[in-house]
């Protein structure tokens, strides 16, 4: 059955990924899911599961943006993020193109789902996201300038809120936009040694007469 899982998952990616890789990512996903009582339930991280991941594997701090992870994941919305989910999600952590990452980040920021990042999804993620400094007497007035700033840089259609077309082409134009308004993405040294890990699991399993 595993195999299977592993064909399924590797037929439906965009991109290319090692067999080895996804067997591992299976087996961490089976080390941290709680069994259900019931052999009938759905097998899969909850939410609270899920967003404990993120905070402590993955150094992610901000509770809306982890939510909005967690759904990015949980692509059938069962509640649930199933192993296929669960591979797909960090092959684009791991081994995701530019243009793969820009598609999850919108999706992240789009919090209503309607396909643009409005003024208002703007400052709700950037006030979630920055620190109120202890002499600011009105920190929204602050976070509206940003969010004007933020337009006026990304919104080439001039339609006050962001499409993903206004948001690929000021990530291509400039690339540390891609998590401007909080970051989705794993902390690049956690990443690189989950990436790390996996290939010397590749490597042993590699070695002659080693099973």
Known sequence: MELNIITSIITFFYFTVNKI??????KLFHT????????HAIVGLDRNTFRNILHVTFGMTDDMIMDRVFRAFDKDNDSCVSVTEWVEGLSIFLRGTLEEKMKYCFEVYDLNGDGYISREEMFHMLKNSLLKQPSEEDPDEGIKDLVEITLKKMDYDHDGKLSYTDFEKAVRDENLLLEAFGPCLPDIKLLCFVYCALQNVYVFKRKPGLQ
Request: proline share 7%; charged share 35%; glycine share 0%.
């Open 21 to 26: 890789e996804v067997e591992c990512l299976i």
């Open 32 to 39: 941290l899911v709680v069994e259900p009582s019931d052999r």
